[in-house]
């Protein structure tokens, strides 16, 4: 996933807003691109931005790397209010409705056979990039290793997120399985010299998801601004979903998920 994705919450957070608030304070990862950065060239801060307009508030950015606790720590002790990025149902906030929903993407080079399943047989013959996520390695590496396909695996370390996709153009790996955003964003620096192919089946049985709908999380002692950072979701639905595209983020339909948020 994401590098905060990829740790399960490492995108940008929208912080701090009181109830007739003038200012929308973001928690942000200052180097986390396509996310978010120091220079606000990140969709998420993008987006930060869009909220605060149509909450008629200020915003400005607090810069901090997302790691192990932040809910705990930063997030629910009010440090921040609001985080953008997350899982829709994700535990320990209450979550908005998902406003985009991505999918994990094979990357291949443009004139490479098209692989869309994790079951396709030509894996067993290629070598596939895989990303790290600390001690561990992203979900697509345990259903290769269900599939018997651990020696075919390629880790990636995420402080260079785009060194894996930079690796298929070079041919340092025949395919790679990224999160959408990421590969979206790095791919298209390569114009058409790769292909993005969504990864299949959408869950891998018993319970491995590939795809994962996406809503922002408030501050569980936050309940008014819950509902308005919601709403304004609700409002800005078409311009987030532009600045995605422009950003080559892979989007799928949000049908059936328009409604996962949990407000409790």
């Given at each position: 996933?994401?590098?905060?994705?990829?740790?399960?919450?490492?995108?940008?957070?929208?912080?701090?807003?009181?109830?007739?608030?003038?200012?929308?304070?973001?928690?942000?990862?200052?180097?986390?691109?396509?996310?978010?950065?120091?220079?606000?060239?990140?969709?998420?801060?993008?987006?930060?931005?869009?909220?605060?307009?149509?909450?008629?508030?200020?915003?400005?950015?607090?810069?901090?790397?997302?790691?192990?606790?932040?809910?705990r720590n930063?997030?629910?002790?009010?440090?921040?209010?609001?985080?953008?990025?997350?899982?829709?149902?994700?535990?320990?906030?209450?979550?908005?409705?998902?406003?985009?929903?991505?999918?994990?993407?094979?990357?291949?080079?443009?004139?490479?056979?098209?692989?869309?399943?994790?079951?396709?047989?030509?894996?067993?013959?290629?070598?596939?990039?895989?990303?790290?996520?600390?001690?561990?390695?992203?979900?697509?590496?345990?259903?290769?290793?269900?599939?018997?396909?651990?020696?075919?695996?390629?880790?990636?370390?995420?402080?260079?997120?785009?060194?894996?996709?930079?690796?298929?153009?070079?041919?340092?790996?025949?395919?790679?399985?990224?999160?959408?955003?990421?590969?979206?964003?790095?791919?298209?620096?390569?114009?058409?010299?790769?292909?993005?192919h969504p990864?299949?089946?959408?869950?891998?049985?018993?319970?491995?998801?590939?795809?994962?709908?996406?809503?922002?999380?408030?501050?569980?002692s936050a309940?008014?601004?819950?509902?308005?950072?919601?709403?304004?979701?609700?409002?800005?639905?078409?311009?987030?979903?532009?600045?995605?595209?422009?950003?080559?983020?892979?989007?799928?339909?949000?049908?059936?998920?328009?409604?996962?948020?949990?407000?409790?």
């Amino acid at each position: 996933m994401c590098s905060r994705f990829l740790r399960i919450t490492g995108f940008a957070v929208l912080a701090a807003l009181s109830a007739p608030a003038a200012t929308l304070k973001i928690c942000a990862d200052p180097q986390n691109l396509p996310f978010s950065n120091r220079q606000q060239q990140g969709f998420e801060n993008k987006i930060a931005k869009l909220l605060a307009r149509d909450l008629n508030a200020d915003v400005t950015f607090e810069w901090q790397r997302m790691g192990r606790g932040f809910l705990r720590n930063v997030l629910n002790k009010g440090e921040c209010d609001v985080l953008l990025g997350v899982p829709a149902g994700m535990r320990g906030l209450l979550v908005t409705r998902p406003y985009y929903r991505s999918t994990y993407v094979f990357v291949v080079p443009a004139d490479a056979k098209q692989i869309t399943s994790l079951d396709d047989a030509s894996l067993r013959s290629k070598s596939i990039g895989v990303q790290i996520l600390e001690e561990d390695y992203a979900p697509p590496a345990q259903a290769l290793g269900r599939r018997g396909l651990s020696s075919n695996v390629r880790g990636f370390e995420m402080d260079d997120p785009g060194a894996i996709v930079a690796a298929v153009a070079q041919h340092k790996v025949d395919v790679a399985i990224v999160w959408g955003p990421l590969a979206g964003y790095y791919a298209a620096k390569y114009g058409n010299r790769l292909r993005l192919h969504p990864v299949e089946p959408e869950l891998d049985p018993p319970q491995l998801p590939f795809t994962y709908p996406i809503a922002a999380g408030v501050r569980k002692s936050a309940p008014e601004l819950y509902q308005r950072v919601n709403a304004a979701l609700e409002r800005e639905h078409e311009p987030i979903q532009q600045i995605l595209r422009a950003y080559h983020v892979p989007l799928l339909p949000l049908a059936g998920h328009e409604r996962l948020g949990l407000g409790e």
